[in-house]
T-cell receptor, first 112, second 119 residues
Framework: QKEVEQDPGPLSVPEGAIVSLNCTYSNSAFQYFMWYRQYSRKGPELLMYTYSSGNKEDGRFTAQVDKSSKYISLFIRDSQPSDSATYLCAMSVAGGSYIPTFGRGTSLIVHP | GAVVSQHPSWVICKSGTSVKIECRSLDFQATTMFWYRQFPKQSLMLMATSNEGSKATYEQGVEKDKFLINHASLTLSTLTVTSAHPEDSSFYIC???????????????FGPGTRLTVT
């Protein structure tokens, strides 16, 4: 079992839909959780950075962490075609080298 | 803020030659830089971590003599693929981070990537 599991998709939704992207993990020591957006042939861009459980909102994006279930989500409201990209989750432990473990990414397609 | 550049953005080289990729943090001093490799539709695979002025720490299975990493300053790291072969063809991405105050090094900022094709 991989430490971080993420469905590669693709996930195809119509413009304006609410998108839910998810990751599960097995290491209970993970405390910091990140979401990156990666457009084709580009480097990942940090979208959200959260600590421990709870919700964090930034514009149309909401990151949610449920440590009891070892499950994190990224919600995108009012999705736009420009949101079409691969979304990678990443997480790291509280101490040590702070090197995050990445999921394989979910490909999202928002069609007009 | 937190802009990272990479050069070149793509490169084609012949088998047996060496290729150098540069990674620069443009508006901050990077205490740590990371080099990743990414295959199509796959996640990022960490190759090595480097701190300014010290030797890079390579992940298991990554040949340090083949992938030479130099982190000579707080704004520049280079990855040299020596004696490249077609199986080295991939998308190479660097990232940079800094610690200080409440910053943690897992908050990484990525460069745009370099696509290497070895013929």
């Amino acid at each position: 079992q991989k430490e971080v599991e993420q469905d590669p998709g693709p996930l195809s939704v119509p413009e304006g839909a609410i998108v839910s992207l998810n990751c599960t993990y097995s290491n209970s020591a993970f405390q910091y959780f990140m979401w990156y957006r990666q457009y084709s042939r580009k480097g990942p861009e940090l979208l959200m950075y959260t600590y421990s459980s709870g919700n964090k909102e930034d514009g149309r994006f909401t990151a949610q962490v449920d440590k009891s279930s070892k499950y994190i989500s990224l919600f995108i409201r009012d999705s736009q075609p420009s949101d079409s990209a691969t979304y990678l989750c990443a997480m790291s432990v509280a101490g040590g080298s702070y090197i995050p473990t990445f999921g394989r990414g979910t490909s999202l397609i928002v069609h007009p | 803020g937190a802009v990272v550049s990479q050069h070149p953005s793509w490169v084609i080289c012949k088998s047996g030659t060496s290729v150098k990729i540069e990674c620069r943090s443009l508006d901050f001093q990077a205490t740590t830089m990371f080099w990743y490799r990414q295959f199509p539709k796959q996640s990022l695979m960490l190759m090595a971590t480097s701190n300014e002025g010290s030797k890079a720490t390579y992940e298991q299975g990554v040949e340090k003599d083949k992938f030479l990493i130099n982190h000579a300053s707080l704004t520049l790291s280079t990855l040299t693929v020596t004696s490249a072969h077609p199986e080295d063809s991939s998308f190479y991405i660097c990232s940079a981070s800094w610690t200080g105050g409440y910053k943690r090094s897992d908050e990484q900022y990525f460069g745009p990537g370099t696509r290497l094709t070895v013929t």
